[in-house]
């Protein structure tokens, strides 16, 4: 049973930071990949970034190139560091996993595993 818990969301002025944690655990044969999603209210959910577990290859959207960095410190906790935010990169931030590679966060429909999310706030 995959399961996974985030935490570090909270309030931030545009042009901050903030670092978001997923902590992860299961079979790692079932959470081959890990990425993060966001979605704010009245939009679809938007896939952000994506890693393998034991890879280490990352991919990320358009939307946050150049801003936000996904990396894992071993198999079990994966972080987004968010920089240079921007009150449009305000919603629910989730993490998920899928067992198979590879990580792009293009579609979700490969991500099995999901947490309940931690809100971001960025506000101008």
């Known amino acids: 049973q995959v399961r996974l818990v985030e935490s570090g969301g909270g309030s931030v002025q545009a042009g901050g930071s903030l670092k978001l944690s997923c902590s992860v655990s299961?079979?790692?044969?079932?959470?081959?990949?890990t990425a993060w999603f966001r979605q704010a209210p009245g939009k679809e959910r938007e896939g952000l970034a994506g890693?393998?577990?034991?890879?280490?290859?990352t991919f990320y959207s358009e939307s946050v190139k150049g801003r936000f960095t996904i990396s894992q410190d071993n198999a079990n906790t994966v972080y987004l560091q968010m920089d240079s935010l921007k009150p449009e990169d305000s919603g629910m931030y989730f993490c998920?996993?899928?067992?198979?590679?590879?990580?792009?966060?293009?579609?979700?429909?490969?991500?099995?595993?999901w947490g309940q999310g931690t809100q971001v706030t960025v506000s101008s």
């Open positions: 998920a996993a899928a067992p198979r590679a590879p990580c792009t966060v293009v579609e979700d429909t490969p991500y099995e595993h």
């Open positions: 299961g079979p790692v044969y079932n959470r081959l990949c």
């Open positions: 890693i393998g577990a034991i890879s280490h290859v």
